[in-house]
């Protein structure tokens, strides 16, 4: 026997192989056909959408617990300025005053502070209408010629910062 290489198929193209075993060839555009498990692959997906969907949701409660948390801090701090604000305005108001005017203002300060904690012991019947300043009804919105009603200097100061911010959106 002869070593010929016509008859050895290994020495022969790529391209004639395929086309004797009736392949198709990397030069033509025909698909190959590859095995997927259609139902794992939209597991997968199916769970990657649900994880994506409860991450977003978690991400979202979270955002608003931050957003709650900023604005009882800017609360509290608004709060302290003004208590602070209110000490000062007092401190300056008493330096100003008569022995007799300083007498009345603590017999007014005792007073209040009782009321106060009789209104703690047995509830203040203010709450039940809506409270001081409220103008009736809990959560309706003043009117032009509503009586509002303002127990200290603190509450003077609240009322002059709110009125200076819709004095800000307004113009």
């Given at each position: 026997m002869?070593?010929d290489?016509?008859?050895?198929?290994?020495?022969?193209?790529?391209?004639?192989?395929?086309a004797?075993?009736?392949?198709?060839?990397n030069?033509?555009?025909?698909?190959?056909t590859?095995?997927?498990?259609?139902?794992?692959?939209d597991?997968?997906v199916i769970?990657?959408?649900?994880?994506?969907k409860?991450?977003?949701?978690s991400?979202?409660?979270?955002?608003?617990?931050l957003?709650k948390?900023?604005?009882?801090?800017?609360?509290r701090?608004?709060?302290e300025?003004?208590?602070?604000k209110?000490?000062?305005?007092?401190?300056?108001?008493?330096?100003?005053?008569?022995?007799?005017?300083?007498?009345?203002?603590?017999?007014?300060?005792?007073?209040?502070?009782?009321n106060?904690?009789?209104?703690?012991?047995?509830?203040?019947?203010?709450?039940?209408?809506?409270?001081p300043g409220?103008?009736?009804?809990?959560?309706?919105?003043m009117e032009?010629?509503?009586?509002?009603?303002?127990?200290?200097?603190?509450d003077?100061?609240?009322?002059?910062?709110k009125?200076?911010q819709?004095?800000?959106?307004?113009?």
């Amino acid at each position: 026997m002869s070593w010929d290489d016509s008859d050895d198929d290994w020495d022969k193209s790529d391209d004639e192989i395929d086309a004797r075993l009736g392949l198709a060839s990397n030069n033509t555009a025909a698909p190959t056909t590859t095995f997927h498990d259609d139902d794992e692959e939209d597991l997968a997906v199916i769970e990657r959408a649900e994880n994506d969907k409860a991450n977003h949701q978690s991400l979202r409660s979270k955002g608003k617990q931050l957003a709650k948390k900023k604005q009882a801090e800017l609360e509290r701090k608004e709060e302290e300025e003004l208590a602070r604000k209110a000490m000062e305005l007092e401190m300056e108001m008493e330096a100003n005053m008569t022995i007799d005017e300083r007498r009345e203002m603590e017999k007014r300060r005792v007073e209040e502070a009782d009321n106060a904690l009789t209104d703690d012991l047995f509830g203040a019947v203010e709450g039940v209408r809506g409270g001081p300043g409220s103008g009736g009804a809990a959560g309706k919105a003043m009117e032009a010629g509503d009586v509002v009603k303002m127990k200290d200097l603190k509450d003077h100061l609240k009322h002059a910062r709110k009125v200076a911010q819709c004095l800000k959106v307004s113009f």
